[in-house]
């Protein structure tokens, strides 16, 4: 009798017979096996897949005929949607399991049929554009079943108005909400709650743990197993959720919330809208007391500016007078004794983010162009994490393509606390040996010298007309973008796109048409695109991904391990730039039919010993620091070769 998961993952199992494409993988085979285990003995799993493994089926797959409660965490709401919409029904269909799977957001994804009816209300505020962007959202609302604003591809995500329709934690009604009945969150709750697998993101699953939300903390403790999938990005999302943050936007929405409250519910004399002027105006005052400048900062730095700390006590008054005016109000109506709860505790936030330094957290700010947020993160997540994961004695997979440094998993245990869990590696099916070449080109100057962006672009310039063109060159900052943007603009054979001209699905949409672009980007692509085919052959890295030196939580990190006797080099900086290098790198090759050139220019990769540990990470390919392997291997391409690989004598 064979077994389940080999009925579903072999050469003529049900995926193959059922998915066109669909390729037996060893290694997705034994990953699947893994997890099946896990689940089985809820057991702690960390377990790295190289590019091509197909771990997403090889979690689905033991999932799916676990007939567990089991929830899969994502680190992005676009991965959510294709794992709900796309591969859990191929997976499902497969395999002709009854499972009921539920796709569960955050509450700010939700339309509030609330606060909707609130902002036609109270709509003084808005321009023209954005009552007609008010008006369409009112439309959908009509329609919609699931009110989820993804829905509505005619308003940017980040618009504005998104925030007057939608609800936060902390001008949410709860049960008194005269629209309970009607309230999506609620039933997408319903829906995660009653369902056997349920798809959630990062951000979700530590605002589970963390309780912030009233009333919501109750997936964890009801799900027999959490899978997380991109679980490199675990970390730093636990950090977020784990410390304390408010922003000048929290403090603005309060001002208007209670002022369209007051006129919905009182309308008598002009006390309380006069409070929430002086706060809306307190909070643009202190916006400026940062500077003009987009910046991170400790809040060491700032702490002592005069007019800082005079726009601190302003902005503190502010709020205890609108807490005064809302006091008598509150019992009047549950959305004014909302808001005078809000007002409560963001003073007390407020106070707290303004104060003393508390021990054990880093205290930084953020200012953006017309807001401002300020922080308290915790320096050692791991004990808080073990704790919640002890909390709950399921299954707990965690599973990313870069999870290991050099082949060793202690950078990723140690952040999370994860000592006792089973680690496995499967390295890419993918013949990087023969589709792929590492080029590190000689001559550039130090990374640090103000040439060396020109220099990049210079260097790659060759490359580029060998693969003719179909390349990302990917940057560590966003003013080398621009520099190099600049350059490559004023004389180029390829069509330029650059991040930031136009959102990122409509670049790489772009990209994929035209078929020989050269497309420049930071962060948000060096991780979570996939580009597949000849229109992608080449991938350009200008530095090894050091995180900023200037960033002030990584300072603080830094200095902490100092205090402990730690390296922080060693311990920290260099494993986080390694994973952040192979998820870069890991945009060239996506299927068995692509090739192509890593182009990474760094001259450190060479010339410092940490080098080695960088180049041991990769995947094992080919490499060489002359432009004619280069050009050689573009120019084989376009003919068979017998043996399909390059020769030792070509690669050094």
């Known amino acids: 009798m064979t077994h389940p998961l080999q009925d579903a993952l072999s050469a003529d199992g049900s995926l193959a017979t059922s998915l066109p494409g669909f390729a037996p993988r060893l290694q997705q085979q034994q990953m699947a096996e893994a997890i099946e285990s896990a689940l089985q003995d809820k057991a702690w799993l960390v377990a790295e897949a190289g590019t091509g493994t197909g771990k997403t089926f090889a979690y689905l797959v033991p999932s799916l005929l676990s007939t567990k409660k089991v929830l899969i965490s994502t680190g992005t709401k676009n991965l959510q949607d294709q794992l709900f919409h796309k591969d859990i029904p191929l997976v499902q269909k497969a395999l002709g399991v009854p499972v009921q799977v539920a796709l569960l957001k955050g509450r700010a994804n939700y339309l509030c049929p609330q606060r909707l009816e609130l902002a036609f209300q109270d709509n003084r505020s808005l321009t023209h554009q954005g009552l007609n962007k008010l008006r369409h959202i009112g439309e959908w609302a009509g329609h919609t079943q699931l009110g989820d604003r993804a829905e509505v591809d005619e308003i940017a995500e980040d618009d504005v108005i998104w925030a007057r329709v939608t609800s936060t934690a902390e001008n949410c009604l709860g049960q008194d909400c005269p629209k309970i009945n009607d ?7 319903r829906a995660a709650q009653a369902a056997d697998i349920v798809v959630i993101n990062h951000h979700l699953l530590f605002a589970d743990m963390s309780i ?7 997936l964890l403790p009801m799900a027999d197993a959490v899978v997380i999938d991109e679980a490199h990005q675990l970390a730093e999302a636990a950090s977020a959720f784990f410390g ?4 000048g936007n929290q403090l603005r929405e309060l001002a208007r919330d209670s002022e369209a409250a007051f006129y919905k519910e009182i309308n008598e004399g002009n006390a309380v809208p006069k409070a929430c002027d002086a706060l809306d105006k307190a909070v643009l005052d202190m916006r400026l ?3 003009q400048a987009q910046r991170r900062g400790s809040w060491n730095d700032i702490r002592h500016n005069k007019q800082l700390q005079k726009s601190i006590v302003t902005l503190t008054n502010c709020l205890v007078k609108l807490h005064n005016q809302l006091e008598p109000l509150a ?8 808001c005078y709860r809000r007002c409560r505790e963001l003073s007390e936030q407020f106070s707290m983010l303004t104060g003393e330094p508390t021990e054990g957290y880093i205290h930084w700010f953020e200012t953006h162009k017309r807001t401002f947020s300020l922080h308290l993160t915790p320096l050692d997540i791991s004990d808080n994490f073990r704790g919640h994961l002890e909390s709950m004695p399921g299954a707990w997979i965690f599973t990313s393509a870069t999870l290991s440094v050099n082949g060793g998993f202690n950078h990723f245990i140690s952040q999370l606390g994860l000592n006792e869990a089973i680690t496995r590696s499967w390295d890419s099916p993918f013949d990087f040996a023969r589709q792929a070449l590492l080029y590190m080109p000689t001559g550039l100057p130090e990374p640090n010298q103000a040439s060396y962006t020109e220099a990049v672009v210079e260097s790659a310039r060759p490359v580029l007309a060998a693969s003719g063109g179909r390349a990302f060159m990917l940057f560590t900052s966003h003013r080398a973008l621009r520099e190099a943007a600049e350059i490559l603009g004023n004389d180029c054979d390829y069509p330029i796109l650059v991040q930031g001209s136009a959102p990122r699905d409509r670049l790489l949409e772009d990209f994929r048409k035209a078929g020989n672009a050269v497309l420049l980007g930071t962060s948000s692509f060096w991780e979570g695109v996939d580009v597949r085919g000849e229109a992608l052959s080449c991938v350009i890295i200008d530095k090894l991904p050091f995180a900023s030196p200037g960033d002030p939580v990584l300072q603080a990190r830094l200095e902490a391990m100092r205090r402990e006797g730690n390296n922080p080099f060693m311990e920290f900086q260099l494993p986080q730039a390694v994973i952040m290098l192979k998820q870069g790198a890991g945009r060239l090759i996506r299927d068995v ?4 050139v890593l182009m990474i220019c760094d001259p450190r990769l060479k010339s410092k010993p940490y080098g080695r540990i960088f180049l041991a990470s990769l995947p094992k390919m080919p490499q060489t620091r002359e432009l004619k392997v280069v050009e050689s291997f573009y120019s084989r391409k376009q003919q068979p070769v017998a043996s399909g690989r390059l020769s030792e004598t070509a690669c050094h």
């Open 183 to 189: 309230c999506y969150l609620v039933k997408a709750r």
């Open 331 to 338: 019992e009047r109506s549950k959305d004014l004794e909302s």
């Open 593 to 596: 039919q692509d090739s192509g």
């Open 289 to 291: 007391d940062f500077g």
């Open 212 to 218: 912030k939300e009233q009333g919501f903390g109750e």
């Open 244 to 247: 304390i943050g408010m922003s």
